[in-house]
């Protein structure tokens, strides 16, 4: 008996050896394999959506893409750690560098548009020239992976948030740490200035989500309610609302001053990683693991739109500084642009 199940353990060994490196091959080869196709501008009637198994893969998805302040630049961060910057008319690339060797998951303007600042999983935080995507400063000060990295709006500090429990702000000119941000229990994957300064917000891992005073970095309130990870949290830009998303599927409206949340916004089938103000305040955008965009009317609180955005997931988006359009980009390589009064698609750019 003895010598029966030894050898079968024996045998079953040998043969999940063979199946493992037959899978390693079979990765390695369909990865090889891969053809990175040009950065070619597709218009609405030239190109259809492809199912493609190459477009899940990893190396090819846009975590970040927004637009300059001066409504002129985007910039695409990806997770091959390549950073582009266009022209926001023709999708025309301006430049592009191997900034990272790792994901790029935000890569935020400065106010004045001549700066991003970018955040990787390789543990580096980066500012770079827009003009010619040359390396301003590394910020040297941080040991972890970042998930987003925002100036504020006076431009003389940021702030860098990732998989450790505090957010830090930084001295732009030096790279020196000013302050931490205390008080979340777990990793944080949204920080962000208010629009004047005053406010720094957090949404974490821990399903909260924390507003601190961005001069003395005190914890000003903490919002619970939220029951998975809240991927992203935005402050209006009067300082009344706040708007989250997590992956509990839900956007979620919230007082600011009381801490109450208004409403919650369902209709999302899956983790929600998006959510954010128009510049005009009355309306919220959100995108999500289920493909999807939504499009949701602030005062009534009901459903405006349903943009059936992407092959895959759909990582990021941001208005335009007009409000007049919406950019997204997900993992299936690709950014979109769309109009936001119609739903309709402006035009796409691959970056496989």
């Keep these: ?58 190396e090819y998805g846009v975590y970040g893409a927004f637009y300059s302040p001066d409504g002129k630049k985007i910039s695409v961060g990806n997770a091959r750690g390549q950073i582009y910057i266009l022209d926001a008319v023709t999708f025309e690339q301006i430049c592009m560098v191997k900034g990272h060797q790792s994901n790029v998951h935000s890569i935020i303007f400065n106010p004045t548009s001549d700066w991003v600042i970018s955040s990787s999983k390789d543990k580096d935080c980066k500012i770079w020239n827009v003009e010619d995507c040359s390396l301003y400063m590394n910020l040297k000060a941080i040991d972890f992976s970042t998930y987003t990295a925002a100036f504020a709006n006076k431009g003389k500090y940021c702030v860098v948030s990732g998989n450790n429990n505090d957010a830090i702000v930084m001295d732009v000119k030096n790279g020196k740490v000013v302050k931490r941000l205390k008080g979340h229990t777990n990793e944080i994957h949204i920080v962000l200035y208010s629009d004047d300064d005053k406010y720094i917000l957090t949404g974490s891992d821990d399903s909260t989500i924390i507003l601190f005073d961005a001069e003395t970095g005190e914890k000003v309130r903490q919002f619970f309610g939220h ?9 209006d830009h009067d300082n009344k609302t706040i708007v989250s998303a997590s992956s509990d599927n839900t956007v979620k409206l919230w007082d600011l001053e009381t801490g109450e949340m208004l409403h919650n916004f369902v209709g999302h089938e899956d983790n929600v990683y998006v959510a954010l103000f128009n510049p005009q305040g009355n309306l919220i955008a959100s995108s999500s693991k289920d493909r999807t965009i939504r499009i949701w009317d602030v ?13 895959n997931l759909v990582c990021t988006l941001y208005f335009s500084p007009d409000g007049k359009k919406l950019l997204s980009g997900g993992m299936d390589g690709t950014i979109k642009e769309w109009n936001v009064e119609t739903g309709e698609l402006i035009r796409q750019k691959s970056f496989k």
């Design 1 to 58: 008996m003895y010598f029966f199940v030894s050898n079968r353990l024996k045998w079953m060994s040998i043969s999940m050896l063979i199946y493992s490196i037959f899978v390693v091959f079979m990765l390695f080869s369909c990865k090889e394999n891969s053809t990175y196709k040009s950065d070619e501008i597709k218009n609405v009637s030239a190109t259809k959506s492809q199912d493609s198994l190459r477009e899940i893969w990893t």
């Design 227 to 235: 029951q998975g990870a809240v991927n992203c949290s935005v402050i």
């Design 299 to 311: 005062e009534s609180r009901k459903l405006v739109k349903v943009l059936k955005a992407h092959t």
